[in-house]
C-alpha cells in the first residue's frame, strides 16, 4: 500500500505564495512521477505539473512561469511552489504518483487534496 500526503496549503492573497509538499510513503519499489492535478468547484481536474524519475518537468499552461515544482532526491517528497497567485488558482491540489509497488506492478495514487484558495 502508498500513501500520498500532501501539505502546505491555505489562504493567500492575490499575488501571493504558496509552498505544497506531497510525501510518499508504504510500499514503494520505484517512483516514475509525482506531480501535482487541481480541480476546482464545477470544473473537471486539471494538470498543474508533473516531474519524472529522469527531471522531465511538464506544467498545465495556466501555470507556466508562475509555479515551479521540483523533488527530493529518492523522489519521496515533491514540492509545489506557486508564485503570483491569482483568484482563478483556487482549487483543491492533488498530488498523484505513478509508482511501483513491485517490479511489475504499479498504479496511479492520489492524495487526499489539499485547499488552496486566493483572495483577491
Known amino acids: 500500500q502508498v500513501q500520498l500526503v500532501e501539505s502546505g496549503g491555505g489562504l493567500v492573497q492575490a499575488g501571493g505564495s504558496l509552498r505544497l509538499s506531497c510525501a510518499a510513503s508504504?510500499?514503494?519499489?520505484?517512483?516514475?512521477?509525482m506531480g501535482w492535478y487541481r480541480q476546482a468547484p464545477g470544473k473537471q481536474r486539471e494538470l498543474v505539473a508533473t516531474?519524472?524519475?529522469?527531471?522531465?518537468?511538464d506544467y498545465g499552461d495556466s501555470v507556466k512561469g508562475r509555479f515551479s515544482i521540483s523533488r527530493d532526491n529518492n523522489m519521496n517528497t515533491v514540492y509545489l511552489q506557486m508564485n503570483s497567485l491569482k483568484p482563478e488558482d483556487t482549487a483543491v491540489y492533488y498530488c498523484?504518483?505513478?509508482?511501483?509497488?513491485?517490479?511489475?506492478?504499479?498504479?496511479?495514487?492520489w492524495g487526499q487534496g489539499t485547499q488552496v484558495t486566493v483572495s483577491s
Open positions: 498523484n504518483g505513478y509508482i511501483y509497488t513491485t517490479h511489475v506492478s504499479w498504479s496511479d495514487y
Open positions: 508504504g510500499s514503494i519499489f520505484r517512483i516514475v512521477a
Open positions: 516531474i519524472n524519475s529522469g527531471g522531465g518537468i
